[in-house]
């Protein structure tokens, strides 16, 4: 987990299996959070060969769920067994519902 950031609720999940799409990757989120605990997901890059670019943002509604969330997160194994890494977790740049909502 990336430190220097106290206070997170959106994080940056790497090496999502790439025909991951966001009904995916809420599945997989569903391992480790109930669903009224998240309220964004964004899996950018699906294109036509319905790939995306290995990357997801999900932003969590509470900061200690989100430091809980990303500590058991990293390191985990996809259940996808197209996965050939681990999870890779950590708070993302840009934070909250109503910023990501923005972009």
Do not use: K
Request: charge should be neutral; hydrophobic fraction near 45%; proline fraction near 5%.
């Amino acid at each position: 987990m990336a430190t220097g950031v106290s206070e997170f609720t959106t994080l940056m999940v790497r090496h999502v299996p790439r025909r991951f799409t966001v009904s995916d990757m809420i599945m997989e989120l569903r391992f480790f959070l109930r669903d009224e605990d998240f309220d964004f997901v964004y899996v950018p890059g699906l294109d036509l060969a319905n790939r995306n670019m290995g990357y997801a943002f999900v932003n969590i509604t509470d900061p200690a769920i989100a430091r809980s969330t990303c500590r058991l997160m990293a390191g985990s194994a996809w259940s996808s067994p197209e996965a050939s890494s681990t999870m890779r977790v950590q708070p993302a740049y840009v934070q909250g519902l109503a910023a990501n909502i923005q972009l």
